[in-house]
């Protein structure tokens, strides 16, 4: 498992082609583009759970 923030293209640009392409063989991608857990944990501490 290889968890990043990189796009494809910037992630198969960082590994190196050799390395990209035996990755990629067996590769399944799974976007998280939700909202920021951290940043939400935060509005809670620093406010309060809502009641």
């Known amino acids: 498992m290889i968890t990043t ?3 494809i293209d910037d992630l ?3 590994l ?3 390395a990209w392409d035996r ?3 067996n ?3 799974m976007i ?3 909202d ?3 940043a939400r944990n935060a509005v809670i501490q ?3 759970p809502a009641k």
């Open 5 to 7: 923030n990189l796009d």
């Open 12 to 14: 198969s640009k960082y």
């Open 16 to 18: 190196g082609d050799r």
């Open 23 to 25: 990755l990629r063989e």
């Open 27 to 29: 590769l399944l991608v």
């Open 32 to 34: 998280c583009d939700w």
């Open 36 to 38: 920021s857990y951290r």
């Open 46 to 48: 620093l406010v309060g």
